[in-house]
C-alpha cells in the first residue's frame, strides 16, 4: 500500500461527508471502490471530474477502482439535486452514451486485470433483467420508506412539487448497485458528489441487511465558483470533456479564466501536483497567481485530452493573448469562410452570431456598442460595419469579444 486514500483527499479538499468515523483505518488495506455515472449524454462534464479523480486517486494509492456506467439507473433518472424530472432517453441512446462515456473514463483510470486495474462495470448488466416480483421480495422488506422520505434527494422533490414514482425507484436501484457490486467484486466503498449521500446510505443499510457487510461511503463536495456560481458553467453552457462539444482550446481557456480565489482549489481537485507545490505557487497571491493559473489550465487540459493538445492550446492562448499575434492553431475555434462573401462584405454583426460569439443580431450590436468587439486587434467602432478583403490577414479573420474570447474565420 502507498500513502492513505483518505488522508490525500481530505489535504486535496475532496472530502465533504464520511459514513464511518474510521474510514481511514479502511483504507491502510486494499480496497474495492465505486463510483457511477449515468450516461444521460454521450459526454462527461467537468462536475464528473471530482469523482473520477478520486477514483484515479484510490488506483494510486494501490485500491481498485470500479467505474459503474448507469445502463439501467439512466433509464430511470436520478432525482438527486433536481427540481424537475429529467428528459427520458430511450434505451438505444442510453447504450450509446454509455459506450462513450467509459471510453472517457478510461483516460483517467487504468483499466485491465490486475489486482489494482479499474473495472468498466454497467448496471444494466445486473437490474435489467432482475424479476421485478423476485427484486421486491428480497429488497422491498430492507427499505423503510419513511426513511426515504427523510433523504435530501427525494424531500427536495417533494417540496418542490412531487416526485415521480420512476423517480422514487431510484435510490433502490443505486442501493441494489451496491449490494451487487459487494457480492460480485468484494466493492466495500462507495463514493460519489454530496448530492448522493442518501442512495449511499441507503446501499449501506441494504448490504447491512442482506449480506452482513461492513460498507462505507465518502461524499466529494459540489463544486461551486468564489461568486457561488455553478462551477463548470459558461455563458456557453456546460464545459465539456469532449472536444466535440467543448473545443480544446475554450476547455484550456476555462481554466486559464478562473478567479483568483479558486486557483488552489482546483489545482487541488484537478491536477495531480503535489499540495505542497501547489500551496507554493499560491501562496503570495496577486500577480504570481497568473503563473499558477497557467499551470492549472495545461494540467487539466493535458489530463482530458492529453500534453500534445495542452501544449498546443497553451501555444495558441499565448500568441493571441501575447507578443505575438498569430493565431493560426488548430486549437482556436475556427470555421471557413467563403472568399466570395469577404469580396462583398460580411457584417460583422453576422460574423459575431456566426461564430457563436453573441445569441442574436442584437446582442452583436450592443457588443459593439459598448466596445467589446475587436477585428484582428482594431476595435469596431460601427455596428454597421462589414469586414470585406482589407479584413483578412494571412488566410485568416480573427473576430474578438472581449478580451477573452475569439474566432478565427479561414478565408478561402
Not at 85 to 99: C, I, K
Not at 206 to 219: C, F, H, I, P, S
Request: glycine fraction near 10%.
Amino acid at each position: 500500500m502507498r500513502d492513505n486514500l483518505f488522508d490525500i483527499l481530505t489535504d486535496r479538499g475532496f472530502i465533504a461527508q464520511s459514513t464511518d468515523a474510521d474510514i481511514a483505518k479502511r483504507f491502510e488495506t486494499p480496497q474495492t471502490i465505486y463510483a457511477g455515472f449515468d450516461p444521460t449524454a454521450d459526454s462527461l462534464h467537468l462536475g464528473h471530474l471530482v469523482p473520477i479523480m478520486g477514483l484515479a486517486h484510490a488506483q494510486r494509492c494501490g485500491h481498485r477502482p470500479l467505474a459503474v456506467v448507469g445502463g439501467a439507473t439512466a433509464l430511470v433518472g436520478d432525482p438527486s439535486g433536481k427540481t424537475e424530472s429529467r428528459r427520458m432517453l430511450s434505451r438505444e441512446d442510453v447504450v450509446a452514451n454509455a459506450r462513450a462515456l467509459g471510453a472517457q473514463i478510461g483516460r483517467f483510470v487504468r483499466f485491465g486485470d490486475g489486482p489494482t486495474d479499474a473495472r468498466l462495470l454497467d448496471n444494466a448488466d445486473w437490474l435489467a433483467d432482475l424479476n421485478w416480483i423476485a427484486m421486491l421480495r428480497e429488497v422491498g422488506p430492507c427499505i423503510s420508506v419513511n426513511r426515504m422520505l427523510t433523504m435530501d434527494s427525494v424531500k427536495g422533490r417533494l417540496e418542490s412539487g412531487g416526485i415521480t414514482f420512476l423517480e422514487f425507484n431510484y435510490m433502490i436501484m443505486q442501493a441494489y448497485d451496491f449490494l451487487h457490486l459487494n457480492r460480485t467484486h468484494g466493492c466495500t466503498v462507495q463514493v460519489g458528489g454530496q448530492d448522493q449521500w442518501g442512495n449511499i446510505v441507503m446501499g449501506i443499510e441494504l448490504g447491512r441487511r442482506l449480506a452482513d457487510a461492513e460498507l462505507a461511503g465518502l461524499t466529494f463536495p459540489l463544486v461551486t465558483k468564489a461568486d457561488g456560481s455553478k462551477f463548470g458553467k459558461t455563458e456557453k453552457g456546460a464545459v465539456w470533456l469532449s472536444a466535440e462539444r467543448t473545443p480544446i482550446y475554450d476547455f484550456y481557456q476555462f481554466w486559464r479564466n478562473t478567479a483568483d480565489a479558486d486557483v488552489g482549489k482546483f489545482l487541488g481537485f484537478f491536477t495531480f501536483l503535489p499540495m505542497a507545490e501547489v500551496r507554493r505557487m499560491t501562496a503570495e497571491g496577486g500577480e504570481a497567481l497568473n503563473y499558477a493559473k497557467d499551470v492549472l489550465a495545461f494540467e487539466a487540459t493535458a489530463l482530458v485530452h492529453g500534453a500534445p493538445a495542452a501544449e498546443q492550446a497553451q501555444d495558441s492562448a499565448r500568441k493571441a493573448f501575447g507578443v505575438h499575434k498569430d493565431v493560426s492553431g488548430d486549437s482556436i475555434p475556427h470555421a471557413a469562410l467563403a472568399a466570395a462573401e469577404v469580396e462583398t462584405g460580411v457584417p460583422v454583426v453576422a460574423l459575431l452570431v456566426r461564430a457563436a460569439l453573441a445569441k442574436s443580431n442584437g446582442e452583436a450590436r450592443r457588443l459593439i456598442e459598448g466596445g467589446g468587439v475587436s477585428l484582428h486587434d482594431q476595435r469596431v467602432d460601427d455596428a454597421n460595419l462589414k469586414a470585406g478583403p482589407d479584413a483578412v490577414k494571412d488566410g485568416y479573420i480573427l473576430l474578438r469579444a472581449g478580451k477573452k474570447r475569439m474566432f478565427r474565420f479561414d478565408v478561402a
